[in-house]
């Protein structure tokens, strides 16, 4: 069974900085893509930023220059360095990974965290 941990979500004021982790546990043999996705209050989830295997990053326009995505590729981890937040990014924020559980050949599966909520206040 695999497992994804979200961490460091949190209330701040306008400008300030948080730092969401996610670290993926159980039975992985490698884990591909990684990414975030936000749902905003009484909008669609969407895809915040990605990065791939191979270290293809892509974000979506409204958060470039602001934020950012790395992995830690032996912790199974993926970090997102949020700075300058405007109370547009508040939403709950979800982590999810690509993941391959027995072998090269096995089929890619994506698996969601729970959810963190980040609040940002004016």
């Known amino acids: 069974q695999v497992q994804l941990v979200e961490s460091g979500g949190g209330l701040v004021q306008a400008g300030e900085s948080l730092r969401l982790s996610c670290e993926a546990s159980?039975?992985?043999?490698?884990?591909?893509?990684m990414a975030w996705y936000r749902q905003p209050p009484g909008k669609q989830r969407e895809l915040v930023a990605s990065?791939?295997?191979?270290?293809?990053?892509e974000y979506v326009d409204s958060v470039k220059g602001r934020f950012t995505i790395s992995r830690d590729n032996a912790k199974n981890t993926v970090h997102l360095q949020m700075n300058s937040l405007k109370p547009e990014d508040t939403g709950v924020y979800y982590c999810?990974?690509?993941?391959?559980?027995?072998?090269?050949?096995?089929?890619?599966?994506?698996?969601w965290g729970q959810g963190t909520q980040v609040t940002v206040s004016s």
């Open positions: 999810n990974a690509g993941i391959r559980t027995a072998t090269w050949r096995t089929g890619i599966t994506n698996y």
């Open positions: 159980g039975s992985i043999f490698v884990v591909e893509q």
């Open positions: 990065i791939g295997s191979g270290g293809i990053i």
